[in-house]
């Protein structure tokens, strides 16, 4: 099946984006969702976690208390490659899972981490970025979480800069008009991605 990674920046709209492909029929795999289904009460990562950041970024609930995990692992590199050592390798099954089952001429699938850990590249044909100035991003960031400035600065230093993304990019989407524009560029785009799959591999 024909792949496309949709990336960008915290903040940057991918959700956004994500969804206007979704409205094509488009199936979109969003790693996101699939790390808050591993990391949800009785999720197939929780116990993983808990042995290894202790009962602190546990709440009474048995919840993953992500406020918590957030601070540590964006206060430590160490604590966030930690981490991502339990997520990362499950997220992948269960992309490749998700895959699968699918039979569409392509699909969408949501990797806000692609560029910093590289561990999807085997499986995409095309990079999709999703950019805007930074500003933007810790504005949006900051309406929508409730998060400090200061919060939301440390977690776009933990990820990749925009000239490196922009430099794994196939396409780019830059973020900041109306959402009909965006329609307008996805529907484009879908069109590019459908032939690219119709088309016979070399």
Do not use: W
Not at 79 to 97: F, G, S, T, W
Not at 107 to 115: G, H, M, S
Not at 140 to 154: C, F, I, K, T, Y
Request: net charge negative.
């Amino acid at each position: 099946m024909f792949t496309v990674g949709l990336t960008g920046g915290i903040g940057s709209g991918k959700s956004t984006i994500a969804d206007l492909f979704a409205e094509l029929g488009v199936p979109v795999v969003d790693t996101d969702v699939i790390a808050r289904q591993l990391t949800a009460p009785g999720g197939a990562a929780l116990d993983a976690i808990r042995a290894a950041f202790g009962e602190s970024v546990i709440q009474a609930d048995g919840a993953l208390d992500r406020a918590a995990l957030r601070r540590r692992v964006f206060a430590d590199t160490a604590e966030r490659r930690r981490l991502e050592a339990i997520l990362h390798p499950r997220i992948r099954q269960a992309v490749d899972r998700a895959l699968a089952t699918l039979n569409t001429p392509y699909a969408l699938i949501v990797i806000p981490l692609l560029v910093e850990t590289g561990g999807y590249r085997d499986l995409l044909h095309r990079v999709l970025v999703v950019d805007c100035p930074e500003d933007l991003q810790v504005t949006r960031v900051m309406a929508r979480s409730g998060l400090a400035r200061d919060e939301v600065e440390a977690i776009l230093a933990a990820q990749s800069g925009r000239a490196e993304r922009l430099a794994a990019a196939d396409d780019v989407i830059v973020n900041t008009t109306p959402v009909e524009a965006l329609r307008t560029e996805v529907a484009a785009l879908h069109q590019r991605y459908l032939a690219c799959a119709a088309a016979p591999s070399p």
